[in-house]
Nanobody
C-alpha cells in the first residue's frame, strides 16, 4: 500500500507565492516518478509538473514555465512545487501522483497518464 499526502495549500494573495509538498510512503524500495496535477471547478484535470525519481529530470506544463519550480528530496520521497506570481486562475485543487517508475527521463505521456497512486488533493485559493 502506498500513501500519498499533499500539504501546503490554502489562501494566497494575488501576486504572491506558494509552496506545496507531497510525500509518498509505503513501499520502501520503490522508485517513484512524481507529478503535480490541478483541477479547477468545472474544468479538466491539468498537468502542472513532473519530476523523475532521482530529481534530475523535471518537466513543466506550458502555463508553469517561468513561474513554477519542481524539486524533490529523494531520501524522503518528498516533492515540492513552488509557484510565483499566483493569479486567481491558479485557484484549484492540486493533486499529487506517484508512479512506480525508475526512468531517468520519464516521457511526457507517462507523466500525464493517470496510473499510479493519488493523494486527496490540497486546495489552493488565490484572490486579492
Amino acid at each position: 500500500q502506498v500513501r500519498v499526502v499533499e500539504s501546503g495549500g490554502g489562501w494566497v494573495q494575488t501576486g504572491g507565492s506558494l509552496r506545496l509538498s507531497c510525500t509518498a510512503s509505503g513501499r520502501t524500495f520503490s522508485r517513484y516518478t512524481m507529478v503535480w496535477f490541478r483541477q479547477a471547478p468545472g474544468q479538466e484535470r491539468e498537468f502542472v509538473a513532473g519530476i523523475s525519481w532521482s530529481g534530475t529530470s523535471q518537466t513543466l506544463g506550458d502555463f508553469a514555465k517561468g513561474r513554477c519550480t519542481i524539486s524533490r528530496d529523494v531520501g524522503k520521497n518528498t516533492m515540492y512545487l513552488e509557484m510565483n506570481n499566483v493569479q486567481p486562475e491558479d485557484t484549484a485543487i492540486y493533486y499529487c501522483n506517484a508512479k512506480e517508475d525508475d526512468s531517468d527521463r520519464p516521457p511526457l505521456e507517462v507523466l500525464m497518464s493517470a496510473f499510479g497512486y493519488w493523494g486527496q488533493g490540497t486546495q489552493v485559493t488565490v484572490s486579492s
